[in-house]
C-alpha cells in the first residue's frame, strides 16, 4: 500500500484544493456543500473562532458605550420574573451589585463564549460522527465544521443586531433578543408560560440555518448527504432544547 496515501482517509475525508478566507465565507453563504470540502482539506479552525471573536469584540465595544447597565440589568431582572419577588430595597441592591460587574461579565462573555461553544459542540459532534455514522473525521475536521458554520451566523446576525437595536433607539434589551426570527415573536412574554417561551424561542431561523450549516459540513466530512447528517445534528439540537425547557419549568 502506497504509504503517502494510506493515512489520507483519516486525515482528510474529503480533498479539493484551498481556497482564501473571503471564498470559504461566499462560498458557505451560497452553496455550502460545494465550499466544505476545500475547508476540510485545511481545517485550520482557528481562522474563523479568531475572526468570530474579534466581531465579537468590536460589537460589544460599540454596544456597551451605548448601553445604561443598571436599566439593561433590571430589564433582565424583570423578564425572569424575579423582579416580583423582591421589594424595592432588594431590587436596588441586586442592581448595585449586578451593574458593578456588568462591564467585566460582558468583556469575559464576548472573549470566552466562542472557543467554549466550538470546543464543546465540535466534541459532542465528533462524538456522534464517529460512533454512530463510523465516519473518519479528527477533532480538528469538527472544530472546522463548528467555527465556520457560527462565524458565518455571526457575521450576518451582528450587522443585523445591530441595525435593529439602532433602528429602535433602545440599547437596553438583550441583544441576544433584538432580532425576533422564532415562533416566540407571536407570543407575549410577560403572559406565556416559561417553558412554553423557550420552546417556542428555539424554533427559529437562525437556529434553523446553523443547523443547516452543520448538517451541510459532516454530511461532507462523513461523505453522506445533508439529510443523512442533519438526523444526528437536530437529535442533539432537540436533546439540548429539552435541557432548556425543562430547567425552565423547574426554575
Known amino acids: 500500500m502506497d ?41 485550520r479552525f482557528w481562522i474563523p473562532l479568531v475572526a468570530w ?24 431582572i424583570q423578564e425572569s420574573g424575579r423582579a416580583d419577588k423582591m421589594d424595592p430595597a432588594q431590587l436596588e441592591q441586586v442592581l448595585d451589585t449586578q451593574t458593578g460587574m456588568f462591564k467585566p461579565f460582558a468583556w469575559a462573555s464576548t472573549v470566552l463564549a466562542p472557543p467554549i461553544l ?3 459542540v465540535a466534541a459532542v459532534y465528533l462524538f456522534v460522527f464517529r460512533f454512530f455514522y463510523e ?36 440599547w437596553n434589551v438583550n441583544p441576544q433578543d433584538a432580532v425576533q426570527a422564532s415562533v416566540a415573536m407571536l407570543l407575549d412574554r410577560q403572559t406565556t408560560s416559561k417553558p412554553l417561551y423557550v420552546l417556542a424561542s428555539s424554533f427559529d431561523l437562525f437556529s434553523f440555518w446553523i443547523m443547516w450549516l452543520l448538517s451541510t459540513g459532516y454530511g461532507v466530512a462523513t461523505r453522506r448527504t445533508t439529510g443523512s447528517a442533519a438526523v444526528g445534528v437536530v437529535s442533539v439540537w432537540a436533546v439540548y432544547v429539552l435541557g432548556k425547557v425543562a430547567l425552565a419549568a423547574i426554575f
Not at 6 to 33: D, E, T, Y
Not at 54 to 74: C, D, S
Open 135 to 170: 465516519g473518519e473525521l479528527t477533532m480538528a475536521h469538527s472544530l472546522a465544521v463548528v467555527a465556520w458554520s457560527f462565524f458565518t451566523l455571526a457575521l450576518v446576525t451582528t450587522p443585523l443586531i445591530l441595525l435593529v437595536l439602532s433602528l429602535k433607539g433602545e
Open 3 to 43: 504509504q503517502a496515501t494510506a493515512p489520507s482517509a483519516v486525515a482528510s475525508p474529503v480533498a479539493a484544493p484551498p481556497h482564501s478566507f473571503v471564498q470559504h465565507l461566499v462560498g458557505l453563504l451560497f452553496s455550502p456543500r460545494e465550499e466544505f470540502p476545500s475547508i476540510l482539506t485545511r481545517p
Open 118 to 120: 466550538t470546543l464543546l
Open 53 to 76: 471573536m474579534a466581531l465579537g469584540i468590536a460589537f460589544t465595544a460599540f454596544w456597551i458605550q451605548k448601553v445604561e447597565p443598571r436599566e439593561f440589568m433590571r430589564n433582565q
